[in-house]
């Protein structure tokens, strides 16, 4: 089995399809249905073609691929795919023929057989979720990470009358997705090692003698494009997971959606919207830089307060905070605007490093795709430069160590950028560059009232 995704390249070779599901030597990734009940096929059973070959027409919107299985104790079974154009949805069922003199009862399953290995796998993206979730109106979005399987100790709800189970990874998601209120059991499991189970048990219609039924379940096997995944199942856009910052997130990237229709290019909807992220938190990021730029001001003075009462640091304190208070200075004033911010940036970055339309999206020039790194490592240059000068605008530490560590963490951030998305980069560089402009001119302003105050 294999399942590729014509509209999505390959990560490594851009010139092949990038591929779902597949059995090999590399990886298991595997979406399994059958039936439970005496004489009916599972996935293990061999079904054969009904025909040759089959063919999408030009003026169909869809096809059939009927498949049989053999004939048990007057139970004919055949398993029909049905694929519609310009649709990652596959409708997978069963056609079930009861030619015995007593009636059938049976339960189908749906499930998606996968290993426990992260898929395109770098630094950047060990940390976006990669396993089965389960959505219910009782349990809501839920998580299963395969750690918890492999020890038993997974916990989710089981039953329910409503709900879809999914196999998430970066950027791409399959799932089951049920339709009307039947009773349905969840189920994840270890079937080897380090490879995991999960699916959904569903009741068959009683099949009379002489009956012949169809039951099934839609599958979506495709990218986490959240105007396509709105449309699937209730709730099922959640695979795009952001955590608790989900509140925040989605109506960025909304945001984010609305300007990359407008200017059709990725790397320049990240710009526009730093700028406008920016602009929105405009007064307290002043007020954090006001208040930096009068701890810049007073900063020699505070290091004569520390040599003076090196020795007595109740009365240092003391000393310090008069000094606070004389020049209306809050020592905390810096800070707070910045930790009100923290969760909207975050959840940007989250955005930025989930959204499927980033993978294989260019900006300009060498920056070919906004999901992976520079090639050349400019942008992660250009960003540690721009922390350099925002490091030597903000006042100097008080204390040798902080002073220290202020100016080590351009280093470190730049060592880790390397390897960083193109587009998280370029986000964080252009915030960079804003914060500069804007600490610039208010330190501007207060140093010169000062000079013209004394």
């Not at 002489?210 to 995944?229: D, H």
């Amino acid at each position: 089995m294999r399942l590729e995704l014509t509209q999505h390249k390959a990560t490594e070779d851009k010139s092949q399809h990038f591929v779902l599901m597949e059995i090999s030597k590399e990886r298991t990734y595997l979406a399994q249905t059958g039936l439970i009940g005496e004489g009916l096929p599972n996935h293990k059973t061999e079904f054969k073609l009904k025909a040759e070959s089959y063919e999408l027409k030009p003026d169909e919107a869809k096809i059939e691929i009927r498949l049989e299985a053999p004939e048990v104790n007057g139970l004919k079974v055949a398993k029909i795919y049905t694929f519609h154009r310009g649709s990652y949805q596959i409708d997978v069922g069963y056609e079930i023929a009861n030619r015995r003199q007593t009636p059938l009862a049976a339960h189908a399953y749906y499930q998606l057989t996968r290993d426990g290995k992260v898929p395109e796998a770098s630094m950047t993206n060990i940390a976006t979720f990669t396993g089965p979730a389960i959505f219910t109106d009782e349990g809501k979005f839920q998580k299963i990470e395969f750690a918890e399987v492999d020890k038993g100790k997974a916990k989710f709800v089981q039953k329910a009358n409503n709900g879809w189970l999914a196999m998430v990874q970066h950027y791409f998601v399959a799932g089951w997705t049920p339709q009307g209120s039947d009773e349905r059991e969840f189920f994840v499991r270890k079937v080897a090692d380090n490879l995991f189970s999960a699916g959904i048990i569903l009741p068959v219609p009683a099949v009379a003698p002489g009956q012949t039924i169809r039951v099934g379940v839609p599958l979506y096997a495709g990218p986490q494009e959240q105007a396509k995944l709105e449309k699937v199942a209730p709730g099922f856009d959640l695979v795009v997971d952001y955590g608790w910052l989900t509140v925040i997130a989605a109506p960025i990237y909304w945001l984010l959606e609305l300007i990359h229709r407008l200017v059709g290019n990725w790397g320049w909807s990240i710009i526009l919207l730093t700028v406008l992220i920016k602009g929105a938190f405009y007064p307290l990021s002043a007020a954090s830089y006001r208040s930096m730029a009068k701890m810049k001001v007073v900063t020699p003075k505070l290091m004569k307060i520390k040599e003076q009462f090196a020795s007595d640091r109740n009365r240092m304190n003391q000393e310090m905070m008069e000094l606070y208070r004389k020049e209306k200075i809050n020592p905390l004033g810096g800070c707070l605007p910045i930790l009100v911010q923290i969760p909207v940036f975050i959840a940007l970055y989250w955005v930025l490093l989930g959204s499927v339309e980033m993978r294989h999206a260019p900006w300009l020039l060498w920056i070919e795709d906004l999901s992976t790194k520079d090639p050349f490592y400019v942008l992660p240059i250009i960003m540690g430069v721009s922390m350099v000068i925002q490091t030597r605008l903000n006042p100097t530490p008080p204390d040798p160590i902080q002073a220290k560590v202020m100016m080590a963490m351009p280093i470190v951030f730049t060592f880790m950028f390397l390897w960083f998305p193109s587009g998280l980069v370029l986000y964080w560089t252009i915030n960079n560059v804003l914060s500069i402009a804007q600490q610039w001119q208010i330190t501007r302003l207060i140093e010169g009232g000062k000079q013209k105050a004394s």
